[in-house]
């Protein structure tokens, strides 16, 4: 008699299982996971494991040390980061969360849905981590610290077995279809037995490492699906596959009827290279965060005593004191000490005007050092810093942003359910009923599987895709992920960061005032001496107005950061900076709403230069056609009240907010994805968050490092123009594919009653359904921007 554990779910002979309680398991390690859950009160995770079944619990002899791993909170309490082993779905994690949050000791949990990587913050003196380790595998699962080397050694091996699977498949297939294109043309003039028998051997040589090599995958996910009582594509295709082969080779020895390992190597082959788009787009999204992390690990300049040396940041010490100098990016949160500083903070609050950075004021990371030199004490750890929190979050975001579920798997399982079935009454009804040869009964129910085998229906998503990502590219538009294509069509709002998306990173002038009297090439040296953005775009008007450079020599040079230049050139005091900055020096100015750079000698002003933001070139363009396609608009800014209203006027924009932190960025976007699917442009480390919550995350090339890893489409050519193409080719390519699923299910609609009334036989079956291919790829080919 067959039973099922009552902890696994496996079917097992009775007379092997073990009886406890009047409940029956196939191993000490089921019985005794059952039994802790039973006494917990978690009998609720056999309801939510529903049909899923476990793999038998088996129990370490020894826990691992994984002491070295574990870091210090700044209150003291422990933390660590598991990869936890085992977890097959929803259910698993929901019983992982329960054990481990109900035990003492443990303050905080985090499990990550997609990579099962678990952050745990624990009591050392209540819990130990070999406790935390031993409570996990008590509940079958096991654990072990995550490594980020590690994980991605693992994730870097399954890349290239993918790929060298993908590469035989199409080297085998390439030449398998020279040699049908010789047995089709000889179907139709004639041709001898041996020639034919010789390249019907010739097809199963090259047909059996596509399906057995390249094919193994399908096998291993149609076993994993049938154990679990369900059907996918993949046990469609692999039976289907597997009936012709085995049909083709009982056709090949006993030189009866015709052979198709054409068409077994050509389903594999196309289906697989969906398959590898979909592995490689996961590994791409799980490792971003720990690519981050080592891209932003670095070194500081940390005072030990008699000089200022560098020191890994992630040793640095609350206390210690870090010197900045001009170009440096700021890792750890502090407090000036001494100096003067002009910061660049847009990438974390959207601001275009640098920021003075004085004695007492504070410093946050994830800035940049434009101009001066300042000591500043480090009031955080590496880890606690503005930069590391942001980090954090992007972890936890990216378990909540799951993809959609595509159109052809939730129509997967019924369809295979479907066509097997309709040839298994095929061959019933053929052979029981009509009468028919097991011979005639058989070839007709594998031209049921054949002609209705799901090649097109399987291609209809990657084939259009993969022409998508391609056109792309060649409009330099680069698509992270190709499901992402399919989100991008379905938004219907688009939020925009400002600075840096719809105006331009770099001020442009506004008024430029020069006085008769002023000397071009004076002023021209003089502004060169600051390495300022602001001075930078001075000199170069300047140069381009005649101005030379004189190398003129320049006495007592004082650089005030985020105020100006003072110098004596001949005995004559020149001043350049801001109004602030001349006022202070006994110099009145007018009022400027914009940021600028007034020049004065002698105490007379000479010149000014006001500077504005200015729209990107294509804001306008891009803003119209998305009014037009009545998507809901909406700018979220760090910048000021005034700049980012007036861009909001000029664009007819009526939905804004300015002043915005990253985090404000984020719960916007997160209240927004609750009626709508959110587009989010941004470029700046403020915007990674909101990019992670967004449906639909897009950066320019331009961007911070973070933004670009933050988000599923990158346009490389900088511009709005590609944003409106890259929405156009993904509403397009969403089109064609739902054209393409239509075909493939109206194809086996019409062509499955024939096949099951026996009017077509194997051989016209394989050219029907690849000319199903065709027309599924040639369609693809359509998709335009």
Known sequence: MIMKCEHCRLDYKQAQMIEYKGKFFCCKGCESVWEILHESGLDEFYEKLGNQTLNPISFQKAMKNYDEFITQTKEG???????????????????????????????????????????????????????????????????????????????????????????????????????????????????????????????????????????????????????????????????????????????????????????????????????????????RALDTLDGLNDFLQNEVLVFNGKEFAPKQVQKVCVGDRILLKTGDKILIDGLCLRGEASIDSSSLNGENTPQLVQKGGAIFSACIVLDGSVEYEATKLYKDSKLSQIIGLLELASAKKAKLESLVN?????????????????????????????????VNAIS?????????????????????????????????????????????????????ILTKVQLELKEVFLDKSLNLDELYNFVKLSKHPISQNIALYLKEKGAKDLNLSFEKLSSIQAKGLSAFFKGELLLGGSSRFLQENGILTKEFNHTHFVFAKKG??????????????????????????????????????KAVEKIAKELKIPNFKASCLPEDKMRFVEDLSKNHRVLFVGDGVNDALALKYASV?????????????????????????????????????????????????????????????????????????????????????????
């Open 77 to 283: 309490f422990s933390e660590i980061y598991l990869m936890i082993h085992g977890i097959e779905c929803a259910a698993c994690i929901w019983l992982n969360e329960k054990i481990l949050t109900q035990q003492e000791g443990i303050l905080e949990l985090d499990i990550n849905h997609l990579s099962h990587k678990a952050r745990i913050v624990f009591d050392g003196q209540s819990i130990s981590l070999t406790q935390i380790l031993k409570l996990i595998e008590s509940i079958g699962y096991k654990a072990s610290a995550y490594d980020a080397s590690r994980a991605s050694k693992k994730a870097d091996l399954l890349k290239r077995e993918f790929y060298s699977k993908l590469v035989v498949a199409i080297a085998c297939v390439m030449n398998i279809m020279w040699i049908a294109v010789a047995k089709y043309a000889g179907f139709f003039s004639g041709m001898d037995k041996d020639t034919k028998d010789i390249l019907n051997f010739a097809e199963f040589i090259l047909c059996s490492p596509v399906l057995f090599y390249t094919g193994s995958h399908f096998y291993k996910s149609a076993f994993k699906t049938l154990k679990m009582r369900s059907l996918n594509m993949d046990v469609l295709v692999i039976s289907g596959a597997s009936l012709a082969y085995i049909y083709s080779l009982w056709a090949m020895f006993f030189r009866v009827g015709e052979v198709y390992f054409d068409s077994v190597a050509m389903i594999i082959c196309f289906v697989f290279i969906g398959k590898y788009l979909e592995m490689f787009s996961k590994k």
């Open 410 to 442: 939730s129509l997967a399982a019924y369809f295979s359910r479907a066509v097997l079935c309709v040839a298994f009454v095929c061959f019933a009804f053929w052979f029981f009923y009509k009468e028919a040869s097991f011979e005639l009964s058989l």
């Open 448 to 500: 049921v599987l054949i002609i209705a085998c799901p090649c097109a229906l399987a291609l209809a998503t990657p084939v259009s895709n993969l022409v998508a990502l391609g056109r792309a590219l060649k409009k330099h538009i680069l698509f992270k992920s190709s499901s992402v294509i399919e989100d991008l069509s379905k938004c219907d709002c688009v939020a925009f960061d400002k600075t840096g």
């Open 604 to 641: 007379k002003i000479l010149a000014f230069f006001e500077f504005d933001s200015v729209l990107r070139e294509g804001a306008k363009e891009l803003i119209a056609y998305l009014k037009k396609e009545k998507k809901e608009l909406i700018i979220l800014s760090g910048d000021n009240q």
């Open 697 to 785: 995350s897009m950066s320019l090339k331009e961007g911070s490092d973070l933004a670009i890893e933050s988000s599923d489409v990158l346009l490389l050519k900088n511009d709005l123009f590609s944003l409106k193409r890259a929405i156009i080719l993904a509403k397009n390519t969403f089109k064609i594919i739902k054209q393409n699923l239509a075909f493939s299910l109206l194809y086996n609609a019409l062509t499955l009653p024939l096949a099951f009334l026996g009017m077509i036989n194997p051989l016209f079956a394989a050219i029907s359904m690849s000319f199903s291919s065709i027309i599924v790829v040639l369609n693809a080919l359509r998709i335009k921007e």
